[in-house]
């Protein structure tokens, strides 16, 4: 049986629940001193806490806690006043202590909340509680066609991840979200993903595993007050990647209910390419973590002093920060959405800062820059540019310096290792033709190149005075000053502009 998105939520209420990993970027481990740092050989950054040997005493990382404080704060929770960690016994080899240490029902935060915005719309979405943990390693599975366990030869361990520091967020059910659920979802993703980066604690970056999300989705019949059976689709590792699999779980649940049918609760996999989920393992065949508290670890029990001094130091909340930029860009939400989709406010606020205008600021990052960061395949950030490079670009464009086009030249020159702008604006002769003797010369040639255009403009017709600009701009290589071009040649021609 079909069932169309619309169909699902003509009939069904959808209740998310959101649960969000978060690697921090702390300079070690979370329980030893090993470093954290990616790209390190296999193996290279381990120690015995962290490899689980015996007699291996962990001590907690006071970074670790002091961000996952800052995380609770900034999503309004109450901060625990006494907390523990607990142990979470399973059997899995990239963990090679046989448990995981975690939280279990004495979590650091808890009872908060994270306004998101969809269509200009705020939603509040309910925290239950965010929690420290740990990452485990990382298995390679190798022979088989894709990388997964079942057809592999044999199996590589890399323990360099396993104790790297974890603060697993979860939201309360999510409900009043209908049509709009996969939109929530994706907002909430995204904002908490801001919200981390400016808080500084991780880089949050998805695509690395920095940040990763459980989506667990229910229908219950539109009205009840009672929710549905849940599925669970695991690791989705992208804002699109969460709205789709919201979207597509909604309507396979629709179909399996109007079918007659019942949900089974159980974990699902999401497939990029077919933006579809499959089954993974079912509650029934779910482990007992056998949770116990963590008897080779301390309770935590954050100062309140400590806690005040950290809320007061929050940085502006993302959400109102963008507002408040928006406000002061005059720009739409939408033109704002495009900025942030970009990456962009960091070095446009960095420009604007270096003393370029907003509007200025805004067009280069906007345009040249973020075409050609798309071009190599990079990030705004990773460009081989600064912001007070560009403001200084803007500011040779607003002493009438450099056009436009020049102004791109030198960008080019710049990300290309040719100097700062000044730098290249001298190596590549880019000044705008302020020569009145060889500005007017080029205009002569122009006209004498093209009569029946000169004609033209003497008969009335000043709209074709475009084309002889083009020829004087094409004959000093862009480098005119097109307003002053086309001023002579209406002298010349005796035609009044
Ligand atoms: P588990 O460890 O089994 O995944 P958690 O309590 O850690 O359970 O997370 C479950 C998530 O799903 C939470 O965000 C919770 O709010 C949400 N949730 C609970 N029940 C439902 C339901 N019936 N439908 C949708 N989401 C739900
Ligand atoms: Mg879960
Ligand atoms: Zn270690």
């Known amino acids: 049986m079909t069932v169309t998105y619309e169909d699902a939520l003509a009939t069904y209420e959808p209740v998310l629940g959101l649960e969000v990993h978060v690697e921090l970027g702390t300079a070690t481990k979370m329980f030893c001193g090993c470093a954290t740092a990616l790209g390190a050989g296999p193996n290279t950054q381990t120690c015995p806490v962290c490899l689980g040997l015996p007699g291996a005493l962990p001590v907690v990382n006071e970074t670790g806690v002091e961000s996952?404080?800052?995380?609770?704060?900034?999503?309004n929770c109450e901060i625990a006043e006494w907390c523990r960690f607990a142990r979470k016994n399973y059997f899995y080899p990239d963990m090679p202590k046989n448990f995981q240490t975690s939280q279990y029902d004495e979590p650091i935060a808890y009872d908060g909340y994270l306004d998101v915005e969809v269509d200009g719309e705020v939603f509040r979405v309910e925290i239950e509680r965010a929690h420290m943990e740990e990452d485990t390693g990382k298995s390679t599975h190798v022979g088989g066609a894709t990388g997964r366990i079942h057809g592999a030869s044999h199996s590589l361990l890399d323990y360099n991840r396993a104790g790297i520091p974890l603060i697993e967020i979860v939201t309360k059910p999510i409900t009043g979200a209908g049509d709009r659920a996969p939109d929530v979802a994706k907002?909430?993703?995204?904002?908490l993903r801001e919200l981390i980066k400016a808080l500084g604690v991780s880089e949050a970056r998805m695509e690395q595993g920095?940040?990763?999300?459980?989506?667990?989705?229910?229908?219950?019949?539109?009205g009840a007050t009672v929710f549905g059976t849940r599925s669970e689709t695991k690791n989705v590792n992208s804002l699109r990647s969460v709205e789709r699999a919201v979207r597509s779980e909604v309507v396979r649940h629709a179909e399996v209910l109007d079918g007659g049918g019942r949900i089974v609760q159980e974990t699902r996999h999401f497939h990029e390419d077919t933006g579809t989920t499959t089954s993974g393992r079912t509650k029934e065949e779910a482990e007992d973590y056998r949770y116990f508290p963590e008897p080779d670890l301390v309770p935590v029990a954050p100062a309140r002093e400590w806690v005040e001094k950290l809320r007061a130091g929050l940085p502006e909340l993302p959400r109102l920060r963008r507002n408040r930029l928006r406000e002061e860009w005059g720009v739409s939400a939408h033109d704002m959405q495009s900025i942030l989709n970009a990456g962009a406010i960091g070095a446009i606020v960095a420009t604007i800062d270096a003393g370029a205008d907003a509007a200025a600021a805004r067009k280069w990052w906007m345009g040249e820059l973020a075409r050609r960061a798309n071009e190599d395949g990079v990030e705004l950030a990773a460009l081989a540019i600064t912001p007070e490079q560009v403001a200084r670009v803007a500011a040779l464009v607003a002493e009438g310096k450099l056009n436009d086009k020049l102004a791109r030249q030198v960008i080019t020159g710049v990300l290309d290792g040719e100097g700062a702008p000044d730098e290249v604006v001298d190596k590549r002769g880019l000044a705008i033709v302020k020569d009145e003797g060889a500005l007017g010369a080029a205009v002569d040639e122009a006209i004498a190149a093209n009569p029946a255009v000169a004609d033209k403009i003497r008969g009335g017709k000043v709209q074709a005075a475009g084309a002889l600009v083009g020829a004087v701009m094409k004959a000093t290589r862009g480098q005119a000053d097109a307003a002053r071009a086309r001023e002579l040649i209406m002298e010349k021609l005796g035609v009044a502009d």
């Open 210 to 222: 920095q940040l990763r999300c459980d989506v667990n989705l229910s229908l219950m019949p539109a």
């Open 68 to 75: 996952a404080v800052k995380i609770g704060l900034a999503l």
């Open 187 to 191: 907002a909430y993703v995204a904002e």
